[in-house]
């Protein structure tokens, strides 16, 4: 595989949530690896609600016993350098369908917590699996490197 096709996931300013544009993961996962970044991919089989399924994306990301499995806990734990400590986080997440609603809220989290890492001069990208979900994709620069 061609590093040229690889995303610029160094670019920190472009850094949040976005939609997994489809095909795409294994540069992803390779550009991620060349930067030595950690790669999460989270789509649970057996979640039923927001709660179990936060709940295993906190297994997942191996986030403190004492992890609450809400949002509020989510983005806490999301901003802990001392929790998620390297420069570049991705996180590939699926199965959103027991989020229901609160799939709007995973989303605000995920932007204000790849917010603070921008701040930290870090990056945190979530890319969500849900090709039909009303979020934007891609970054055009990201999306011509693929």
């Known amino acids: 595989m061609s590093t040229a096709r690889q995303p610029p ?49 906190g297994q997942a990301l191996g986030f403190p016993e004492h992890f609450g499995a809400n949002f509020d806990a989510l983005y806490d734990c999301l901003t802990d350098p001392g929790v998620l400590n390297s420069q570049g986080q991705v996180l590939i997440l699926g199965n959103l369908s027991p989020l229901g609603d609160e799939v709007d809220i995973l989303i605000a989290v995920l932007q204000a917590a790849s917010d603070e890492w921008r701040d930290q001069d870090r990056a945190l990208w979530a890319l ?19």
Request: aromatic share 6%; no cysteine; glycine share 8%.
């Open 128 to 146: 969500l699996d849900a090709p039909r979900l009303d979020l934007d994709p891609l970054p055009r620069g990201l999306k011509h490197a693929l």
């Open 9 to 57: 996931l160094e670019d920190k300013t472009l850094s949040g949530p976005y939609r997994l544009p489809p095909g795409s993961e294994s540069d992803i996962t390779a550009a991620a690896h060349a930067l030595g970044w950690p790669l999460i991919s989270y789509r649970p089989e057996s979640a039923t609600d927001a709660r179990t399924w936060l709940a295993g994306l």
